[in-house]
């Protein structure tokens, strides 16, 4: 399309950050309600999955590479940017099908929050994260990087469950579980995002290729 209209990746964008917002606003609906009186407890719960704060990344990258200019779109438009934000929704939706689907009963409306959160939103920005640049140019520890935000979040959550007594993830529930257990989890949890850190950097490494050889043919 022109300059005059929107493009497709700008419109793709603009519907990915619309959704995680619907997903979003769902979820603390769902979180708070039936609660009276515990806005302020329920709101730091909501604020405690890495479901939500993930969500809430895409989204906000989402608005980013929907703009035309701006220190955002700067930001949401780098390659490292990019690949570390499909990580960590990865996870999050490899981790709801492996070990949470089906734990606790959804309303009709919690269904469609899970559905826009754990499935539709990822799809769409790995789909984008695919099929728009630029790709290319990560440096090669770069996945070791993406790690401080999961462990940043490890940390909160081990910190937050000890003082309420509790736990966003059953993997991470130092109370029934134990501090040990609880450990290898973390560190197993910390390989993984850390593999896949460096499977998408090689992945980003060849679509960047694909894309330079289609531009020269």
């Known amino acids: 399309m022109g300059t ?20 979003l606003g769902i979820e603390y ?8 009186g515990q806005l302020a407890e329920r709101t730091l719960i ?17 608005v980013g590479l929907a703009q035309r200019t701006g220190a955002l779109h700067r930001w949401a438009r780098r390659p490292t940017t990019r690949t570390a934000v499909s990580v960590y929704i990865t996870v999050v939706a490899v981790i709801f099908q ?11 409306l919690g269904w ?10 990822p799809a769409l920005w790995l789909g984008g994260w695919v099929l728009f640049h630029p790709h290319g140019g990560i440096g090669r520890t770069a996945h070791w990087r993406w790690l401080i935000y999961p462990l940043a979040y490890g940390g909160w959550t081990i910190a937050h469950g000890v003082a309420t007594g509790w736990y ?3 993997f991470l529930n130092v109370a029934k579980l134990g501090a ?29 290729t694909h894309i330079a050889r289609r531009a020269r043919g």
């Open 4 to 23: 005059r209209g929107v493009s497709f990746p700008r419109l793709w964008h603009a519907v990915t950050a619309a959704l995680a917002l619907a997903g």
């Open 98 to 108: 492996l070990l949470l689907a089906g734990l606790h009963p959804l309303t009709p």
């Open 112 to 121: 469609w929050g899970n559905l826009l959160v754990h499935q539709l939103v």
């Open 168 to 170: 966003p993830y059953p």
């Open 180 to 208: 040990a257990r609880v450990a290898v989890n973390m560190a197993l949890m910390a390989l993984f995002f850390a593999g896949l850190g460096l499977a998408f950097r090689w992945m980003d490494e060849k679509l960047a």
């Open 46 to 62: 909501y604020l405690s999955f890495f479901t939500i704060l993930t969500n809430a990344l895409v989204m906000v990258a989402s």
């Open 29 to 36: 609906k769902v979180t708070i309600s039936g609660h009276p």
